[in-house]
C-alpha cells in the first residue's frame, strides 16, 4: 500500500509559480507512475498530467499544457508538479495519485488510480 503526501501548495499572484511535492511512501519499488490531479469548488476533478518512472509525460488537460511541468526524483520518492504563469482558473485543491495499474493510464480518470494523497490548497489571487 502506497501512501502520498502533497505539499507545497498556498496563496499566489496571477501569473506567479508555485512547486507542489508528493512525497511517496511504503512499497515504493511498485510503484511506477504518479499523476496530479486537482478539483475546484463545485467542479468535477480533472486529471492534470501522469509522469512514467522513465520520465515520459501524459497530459489530460490542454489549459495546462506549457505552463505545468512534471518531474520526478526517485532518490527522494518524490514527485514534483511545476506551476508556472498561475491563472485564478487554477485555484483547486491539488492531489497526487498512483495508477491502479503502475503505468500511467491514457485516459485521466479518477477511476483509474489507487491510493491518493491528502491534498494540498492552491490559491491564485491578487
Known amino acids: 500500500q502506497l501512501q502520498l503526501v502533497e505539499s507545497g501548495g498556498g496563496l499566489v499572484q496571477p501569473g506567479g509559480s508555485l512547486r507542489l511535492s508528493c512525497v511517496v511512501s511504503?512499497?515504493?519499488?511498485?510503484?511506477?507512475?504518479i499523476g496530479w490531479f486537482r478539483q475546484a469548488p463545485g467542479k468535477e476533478r480533472e486529471g492534470i498530467s501522469c509522469?512514467?518512472?522513465?520520465?515520459?509525460?501524459?497530459y489530460y488537460t490542454e489549459s495546462v499544457i506549457g505552463r505545468f511541468s512534471i518531474a520526478r526524483d526517485d532518490a527522494k520518492n518524490t514527485v514534483y508538479l511545476q506551476m508556472n504563469s498561475l491563472k485564478p482558473e487554477d485555484t483547486a485543491v491539488y492531489y497526487c495519485?498512483?495508477?491502479?495499474?503502475?503505468?500511467?493510464?491514457?485516459?485521466?480518470?479518477?477511476?483509474?488510480?489507487?491510493?491518493w494523497g491528502q491534498g494540498t490548497q492552491v490559491t491564485v489571487s491578487s
Open positions: 495519485a498512483a495508477p491502479r495499474l503502475g503505468a500511467c493510464p491514457l485516459s485521466g480518470l479518477g477511476r483509474d488510480f489507487g491510493s
Open positions: 511504503g512499497f515504493t519499488l511498485d510503484y511506477n507512475g
Open positions: 509522469i512514467e518512472r522513465s520520465g515520459v509525460l501524459t
